[in-house]
């Protein structure tokens, strides 16, 4: 499994305009094949900077993820949006165990 989480900030005057760019994003994640979790989440702290958490059975599956028109619609909607400072990190996972 892939492991990515990271966050990115959203311009004040943009935040709430964006939700449903968002939602849209999400929706059509989750609904990929290979995908066991996608989310967004505001900072409770931090209203401007939104952590994102996903989770993918394997490369293949982050790979179509990557290549599909619903990421190229959302970042292409990045300079509108005011989105910045992203930042990802992708991590194997291994075997997966309740904490």
């Not at 959203?10 to 059509?28: G, N, T, Y």
């Amino acid at each position: 499994m892939l492991l990515i989480t990271g966050t990115f900030r959203m311009a004040s005057a943009q935040l709430e305009p964006a939700l449903p760019a968002m939602a849209a994003m999400i929706d059509a994640s989750r609904a990929e094949r290979g995908c066991l979790y996608y989310s967004y989440a505001q900072d409770v702290r931090d209203p401007h900077l939104i952590h994102v958490s996903e989770l993918w059975t394997d490369q293949a599956a982050l790979d179509a993820h990557m290549a599909s028109p619903h990421i190229m619609a959302w970042r292409a909607q990045w300079p509108q949006l005011g989105l910045s400072d992203r930042s990802l990190t992708l991590y194997q996972a291994g075997n997966p165990r309740p904490c």
